[in-house]
Every structure is written in structure tokens, then in C-alpha cells.
């Protein structure tokens, strides 16, 4: 909080006391009514009372009268700046495939795990908005709704994990899910982040006609298919349950992928490491900005009120000091 004078050039005015208190020192000097005595001995030897000490008080208490009018004339103020924000936010929904082979190690450590954390780190970046969370194998279910406790969505997300669900890729399921979440939002902006690592072949609804209902409730979709080009190490257990990996070809539908993306608005990404998974979701975010509005203010408090009420309360109070506790010779 800043202090200061709307009207500073009256406090020029100050220094019309300088030539009040010549005049009353040369007033003082000079003497005012006088009286005549044969001998003043007699005179100096009485005790002073209080009212001899409070002579000078009632121009003390005028000039300082004066001094605080002129202070109160300057306007003095006190400022405080300060702003109003208003954020329009966007709604998100994140699709992620959890199926078993998002567990092959072309990423570190893995897949799912990679795509888990690359995701915590967008939410995380995403403070103003509201993020939904949709898995999905051979089935699909919502994780989390829309929401924007990021912590509970972050414990939420740390959960995914692949074979709690019938396995499987079914990739219209898992945006029409998605596409069920935003369907009712009131966001200027609705948004799916699609991710999964190969081709549909489970569900009850084709990609494209999710998609054509994205397009109709206006979400826009951005998918990303993940895996390494060529062959990946994915998980295969044997007969006795012992874990092992073999290389198996990569198999992404990018054509659907790309035509559900360019059938929303949307982008379509190929991340095929970690790396370039987060650059995938760095880009995302700056592709899909959150509106933040800020307006400045200064807010002004007037202060002369005080200056000119302590003003007239030095000069009533020299009335009084002049009229009850200090007589004057006629």
C-alpha cells in the first residue's frame, strides 16, 4: 500500500507559516496591552501559574490547525494496486489403452509406465482445467470424471495398470467413453487425448463412428499411437507362468488414428519413445491454451477526511484553551 498527494502543490502553502510565527514572535516581543506599576520587584517575585505557561499554546495550536488544512487540501491518499483474474478453462479427457501389450519394454521401463508419468506431468502443467481420466483393453470404464482435484487424479492415474480388464484394443469403446464425459460439458473447449498402441479389434463401436460423435458434441480428439518402428520386446509368459519377452512386430493403426484426428480438428502423433512422448504432450499443451484474463486496478482511499477533522479540533480546542483557561487583560 503506496501513500501520497493528489494535489501535491498546495503543500507549497506550508510555508505560509514561516511568516506567522515571525509575526507572533514580534508580537510577543513588542508587548500587547500594558500597565503601569512604580516598581516591578514586586511583580517578578510572584509565583507563575499554569496559565502563564499556556500563553503561547492557542497560536501553537492555530498554526498547527493551519499546517493540517493545508496537508488535507493536498488530498492525501492511500493506493493499493491489485488485478482480477478470470480463467476459461478447458475440459480433458485423457483415453489411455492399458492393454497387455502396452507392457512391452521399447519404452523405459515400459509403456504403460511411461505413458503414467508423461501424463502426471501434463496434468500437472494443466492447473486451470478440468481433466477426466477413460482406460481402456477389450472393454472400456471411466477412471476418474472430470475434475480439478489434480491430486486425486494423480493418485488415480498411478493405478492404471494393464490386465484388470478383458484384453484387447478396443479403441471406439475407449473414445466413446471418453466422448460420454465431455458430452454435457459447458467448456468452450473440449478435448480428448487419445493413446494407445495398436489396432481395434474389440468392442461394440468402430473408431470412426466415435469419432463422428465427437465431432457432433464439438471434442476435439488428439491421438497418439506409441511403439518403437520394427519389432518391440513384448511380455509372453509359458506354460509354467514364467515372464518372458519376445519380439513381435509393431502394428499401430495410423490411418485411423490420423482420420479420427483430422475428423475432430485434432492432430495425430507418433511417439516412439519416451522421449518423443513428451514432446507429443509439451505440444498438445501449447496447441490447447487456457484463456487467462487479468485486469489491473489501483484502488485509491481518500485520507483528508482525518487531516481536516484534526483541523477543527485544534482550532475548537483554542477557543477553549483561550476562553476557559486563559483570561486577557480588556
Sequence with gaps: MEKNFNNPEFLWLLVLLVPMVVLYILRVRRGGATLTISDT???????????????????????AAVALLIVALARPQSSEQ?????????????????????????FEPDRITAAREVAA???????????????FAGESYTQSPLTTDKSSLLTLLGQVQSGVIEDGTAIGNGLATAVNRLKDSEAKSKVTILLTDGVNNSGQIAPLTAAEIAKGYGIKVYTIGVGTRGLAPYPVYDMWGRLHFQQMEVDIDEQVLTDIADLTGGKYFRATDRKTLAEIYDEINTLEKTKIETDEFVK????????????LLLLVGEVLVRKLLLKQIP
Design 41 to 63: 520587584s514586586t511583580a517578578r517575585r510572584l509565583p507563575r501559574t499554569a496559565r502563564y505557561y499556556l500563553r503561547h499554546l492557542p497560536f501553537v495550536m492555530r498554526a
Design 82 to 106: 491489485g488485478s482480477l483474474t478470470s480463467t476459461q478453462g478447458i475440459d480433458i479427457v485423457l483415453a489411455m489403452d492399458i492393454s497387455g501389450s502396452m507392457l512391452a519394454r521399447d
Design 121 to 135: 506431468n501434463f496434468i500437472v502443467d494443466r492447473p486451470n482445467d478440468r481433466i477426466g481420466l477413460v482406460v
Design 300 to 311: 485509491y482511499t481518500e485520507l483528508y477526511r482525518n487531516w481536516l477533522l484534526a483541523a
